[in-house]
């Protein structure tokens, strides 16, 4: 019996993932001014014991104003880069390639927690100790009713924060990450840049498609030079807006070329999140975004990775094995079942899983508890 492909290791420059499974960046909202504690520690900790081969931390912004809320991750400091710099050792000590990603949440910045309503931040209803902050973006225009109006950012704050992502790049380096994604997904800064929808500008950031990736491809060019040749770096897109008049599949395509032209090395392949109305956000089904990983991976040439309601090892075997996709991203299975890469080598491999598919300090007493249950005719 052949290994399955998603089994296969995956080398990408000088980094060599155990497996194509990965655990998407998934927002926890557990942040103190930025700084990742215990929960981050073991939420993403646990993901690595279950067997993935990346673990990704979550959004993290590279200013303060950059966060979605004020319990979000940042790396602009030493304290933060010293509390992520534990999570990435213990990553890696398990077999994981810890990776981060990098972003800035532009206008849709400033405001609550998902689980407290999501709701921008304002003098009424913000928590003790808690306030809103002037959001930015391209241009002055809000993400929906309701939201801050943001402020059009000059072009020497475009650079200032180029120079910020790269800060953060090198931050993530000392910190012992081997893969770092910048966020241009989602509707959050890089993102609004890129789309006509809301970008307004007539200045060289604006206007054609050159205009609107600008910031991108500078951003993506000045974090390349500081991050190392023999390591990885990836740009999470939204492939397709959603909305009529936006960003198209077509135009990730060609963005995606200029991008591997640039060191980008994978693509990780999501949608929506620019405007409320996004319409597969809006009604997913699984594997809803693999056709954008696949086209991506196509007709730029350039590997990528499969993220959206990927939850059963069948389904992630497929998209490796027809080169769908390079590696699939798990985010609320994971959640469900830290240990899904175990669970799936046992399921599409059950002839090669031994005690060394888990942890040493686990994997006899879990081959005890099969036995027992095999005994029985238990799953």
């Known amino acids: 019996m052949t290994t399955p492909a998603l089994f296969t290791p995956l080398t990408l420059r000088g980094v060599t993932l155990k497996n194509r499974i ?106 003790p100790g808690e306030s809103a902050w002037q959001t930015v973006a391209p241009s002055a225009i809000p993400f929906a009713d309701g939201y ?11 650079h200032g924060l180029t120079a910020k992502f790269v800060d953060s790049a090198k931050r993530a380096l000392a910190a012992g990450f081997e893969v770092l994604e910048i966020h241009g997904a989602h509707g959050y800064l890089l993102t609004e840049f890129l789309s006509p929808i809301s970008n307004h500008r007539s200045d060289q950031y604006g206007g054609d498609f050159q205009g609107r990736t600008r910031f991108l491809l500078e951003t993506v060019e000045a974090v390349r030079a500081v991050w190392p040749d023999d390591k990885p770096l990836f740009v999470r897109l939204s492939t397709v807006d959603g909305t009529p008049g936006g960003w198209s599949l077509e135009d990730s395509v060609v963005l995606a070329g200029e991008l591997k032209a640039r060191g980008v090395d994978v693509i990780d392949s999501s949608s929506g999140g620019l405007t409320p109305s996004m319409e597969t956000a809006n009604r997913p089904a699984p594997l809803y975004q693999t056709p954008y990983a696949e086209a991506v991976r ?12 990927i939850t059963q090892p069948q389904e992630a075997e497929a998209i490796i094995a027809d080169g769908q996709a390079d590696i699939v991203a798990l985010g609320r299975a994971m959640l469900e079942n830290p240990n899904w890469a175990q669970d799936a080598k046992a399921a599409l491999d059950p002839e090669h899983i031994g005690d060394d598919a888990w942890p040493l300090a686990t994997g006899y007493a879990v081959k005890s508890l099969k036995g027992f249950k095999a005994k029985r005719g238990l799953a």
């Not at 939420?43 to 067997?51: D, V, W, Y």
């Not at 810890?98 to 921008?120: D, L, M, V, Y």
């Not at 801050?148 to 475009?158: D, G, N, Q, Y």
Request: aromatic share 6%; net charge negative.
């Open 22 to 127: 990965a655990v998407s960046p998934m927002c926890q909202y557990s942040a103190t001014d930025g700084v990742p504690n215990d929960w981050h520690f073991v939420h993403l900790g646990r993901f690595a014991i279950g067997g993935a081969g990346l673990v990704m931390v979550e959004a993290t912004a590279v200013e303060a104003e950059g966060r979605i809320t004020h319990g979000d991750l940042g790396l602009w400091n030493d304290e933060q880069q010293g509390r992520l710099a534990r999570i990435a050792a213990f990553l890696k000590s398990q077999g994981a390639v810890p990776a981060i990603q990098i972003g800035h949440a532009g206008r849709k910045a400033s405001t609550h927690r998902p689980f407290e309503g999501g709701h921008p931040i304002t003098t009424e209803n913000a928590r």
């Open 298 to 309: 196509r007709d730029a040439g350039i590997a990528t990775m499969a993220v959206g309601l």
């Open 148 to 158: 801050h109006t943001p402020r059009a950012l000059t072009v020497e704050e475009i």
